[in-house]
C-alpha cells in the first residue's frame, strides 16, 4: 500500500511547498540562559520517551469504533439524515470522522515539527535554540503516532483541512521569528492540547487514550516554551508592533472556530453543504466543543501580553473572554498527573499480572 493510497481524498501534490522568509540567526553568548528555560529545556531532554515502547500497539481498534465516543456528539445524530442512514452507515461516519479528527492532529503535528526546526533557526537566543531542539523530537514522535494509528488502526486518512493549512502558511511565510512561536506554540498547539483534552476524557477505548495522554504530555511543555519565550520579548515591542500580532490571533481563532468542523466528513456521505454548515452550527456538542477549543488559548494570550481593545473585543463576540483568567498552569499540571497515573496503572497491572504468572508456575511445580 503506498502512503496515498488510503486517502479519502486525492491530497493533491506530494510535497507542499512554503517559500521561506527570513533570517537564520547565530547567537554567540553560549554561557547566560534563563534560567526557567534552561529548566524547560533540562525537562524536555529527560521526558523523551519511545513511541514504540511506551505505547501498547498490540491493543485492538475497531476501526469502525476506533474512539467509543457517544453517537450524540456526531453532527448528523438526532436529524433526518441520520434517521436514513442504515447501520452499516453510521459504522461507517464513525470510522470517517475518526479518521478526520486523527488526520488533522497527524497535519497539525508536522506542522508543529516544521515550526519548531523553523525557531532552531531563527530564533536569536541559545536557549531557546536548545529548546525548541528537544520540541522538534517531540514533534517528529507525535507524528510518527498518530500517521501509524491511521494506517495500522483506522485504515484511512483525510487531506490537511483548508483552514488549518492556510493558518500553517501564514505561519511560515512570515519573516519575523516569533511568528512560528504566535502560529503554532499558542494558536495550533493550544487548539490541538485542548481538542486532544476532549477526546482523552471521553474515549473508552485505551489505545487512543494512550495517544492522547502521552502527546498531551509533551504538549504541556510546548505551550511553556511559547509563553517563557514570547512574554519576554513581547515586553519590548511597541503598541502599534502589538496590534499587528493581535489582528493575526484574532484572525487565526475565527478561522479555526468557523471551519474546523469537520463539514468534509458530511459532504463524503451526500449532505450539501449548506445543511452541513446550517447542522454544525445547531450541533449542542460543536458548540460545546467550539468554547473548549478556546480554552488553552485566551489565558496564554493574556499572559504574554497580547490583550488589547481589538483582540478583547474578538473574544467577547467568541463568548471566551472568561478563559483568559483560567489557570494554565493547573491545566498543564493535569496533563502531566494524567499521563503519570496512566503509566503507574499500566505498569502496577503488568506487574501484578507478571506475580500471579510466577505464583501460578510454582503452584504446577
Not at 488549518?164 to 521569528?177: E, G, K
Not at 493581535?246 to 450539501?272: N, T
Request: charged letters at 30%; one cysteine or more; glycine letters at 6%.
Amino acid at each position: 500500500m503506498t502512503t496515498r493510497e488510503p486517502y479519502v481524498h486525492d491530497p493533491g501534490t506530494a510535497v507542499w511547498e512554503i517559500p521561506a522568509t527570513g533570517a537564520a540567526r547565530f547567537g554567540w553568548d553560549y554561557d547566560d540562559g534563563r534560567e526557567r528555560l534552561l529548566a524547560l529545556y533540562q525537562k524536555g531532554k529527560d521526558k523523551q520517551w519511545d513511541a514504540a515502547k511506551r505505547i501498547d500497539w498490540d491493543l485492538e481498534v475497531d476501526p469502525y469504533d476506533p474512539l467509543g465516543v457517544p453517537d450524540e456528539n456526531m453532527t448528523v445524530y438526532g436529524t433526518p439524515y441520520w434517521d436514513r442512514m442504515s447501520e452499516r452507515n453510521r459504522r461507517d461516519m464513525r470510522r470517517h470522522y475518526a479518521s478526520w479528527q486523527f488526520s488533522q492532529f497527524l497535519h497539525g503535528e508536522q506542522g508543529a515539527l516544521v515550526c519548531a526546526s523553523r525557531i532552531v533557526e531563527s530564533v536569536p537566543d541559545v536557549d531557546a535554540k536548545f529548546y525548541s531542539a528537544t520540541q522538534a523530537m517531540d514533534e517528529a514522535r507525535h507524528v510518527e503516532i498518530y500517521s501509524r494509528f491511521l494506517h495500522e488502526k483506522i485504515g484511512m486518512l483525510y487531506p490537511v483541512n483548508s483552514s488549518l493549512q492556510s493558518l500553517l502558511d501564514d505561519t511560515l511565510r512570515d519573516s519575523r521569528w516569533d511568528m512560528p512561536y504566535l502560529g503554532m506554540q499558542v494558536l495550533i498547539e493550544g487548539l490541538a492540547l485542548a481538542a486532544f483534552g476532549m477526546l482523552r476524557d471521553v474515549t473508552k477505548k485505551p489505545l487512543p487514550h494512550q495517544i492522547l495522554a502521552y502527546v498531551m504530555q509533551d504538549e504541556a511543555r510546548h505551550v511553556a516554551f511559547g509563553r517563557l519565550a514570547l512574554r519576554d520579548y513581547y515586553r519590548q515591542l511597541s503598541d502599534a508592533e502589538l496590534r499587528e500580532r493581535e489582528e493575526f490571533v484574532i484572525e487565526g481563532c475565527y478561522l479555526m472556530r468557523d471551519r474546523l468542523r469537520g463539514e468534509e466528513v458530511l459532504a463524503d456521505f451526500g449532505i450539501p453543504a449548506a445543511d452541513a454548515s446550517e447542522l454544525s452550527e445547531r450541533s449542542e456538542y460543536l458548540q460545546i466543543f467550539r468554547k473548549l477549543l478556546f480554552s488553552r488559548i485566551v489565558p496564554c494570550v493574556k499572559d504574554i501580553g497580547l490583550w488589547g481593545e481589538g483582540l478583547r473585543r474578538a473574544y467577547v463576540d467568541m463568548g471566551v473572554f472568561d478563559m483568559g483568567d483560567a489557570s494554565l498552569d493547573q491545566l498543564m499540571a493535569q496533563d502531566e498527573e494524567i499521563a503519570d497515573q496512566l503509566d503507574a496503572r499500566r505498569f502496577a497491572a503488568e506487574e501484578a499480572a507478571r506475580t500471579a504468572e510466577i505464583a501460578e508456575t510454582i503452584a504446577e511445580g
